[in-house]
């Protein structure tokens, strides 16, 4: 009979934890040791008063938020007609493109017959080279 190990779990979750991990990788809660309480106090809210705001202030703060509201509308059109301007300008600066049709032929010396001869020419210079400086040295 084969002896089966027991992997520990949080005792949060049930999730398995590996061997030596001190938290829980589903909860991240402590998984050895004890566990930390959270205290069982309540902290009072503090209590709400009513604010108290004038009519004046009120007003105020209606007649500034449309002021914001017709500066933010000029700002959009004008925005806007820059935007139609530089979408013009730029169609008028853009080229028609012609279509370019491309068709590969093979070249009318096809056998290669010049790339030999000058590979030939290479190696004997190369030839020349190797032996003048064995023979010169």
Request: charged fraction near 30%.
């Amino acid at each position: 009979m084969e002896a089966v190990a027991e992997k520990p779990v949080c005792a949060g979750c049930g999730a398995e934890v590996r061997e030596g991990t001190r938290f829980c990788y589903a909860c991240g809660k402590p998984v050895n040791g004890v566990p930390i309480e959270v205290p069982s106090e309540s902290i009072p809210a503090p209590a709400k008063s009513k604010p108290t705001i004038a009519k004046a202030d009120l007003e105020a703060a209606f007649q500034k938020a449309e002021d914001e509201a017709a500066a933010e509308t000029e700002s959009i059109e004008t925005k806007s007609s820059r935007v139609r301007a530089a979408r013009e300008r730029q169609a008028s600066r853009v080229a028609k493109r012609k279509a370019v049709r491309s068709e590969w032929a093979e070249p009318a010396d096809a056998s290669g017959f010049g790339l030999m001869i000058f590979a030939a020419a290479i190696f004997i210079i190369t030839a020349i080279i190797v032996v003048y400086l064995e023979v010169f040295k």
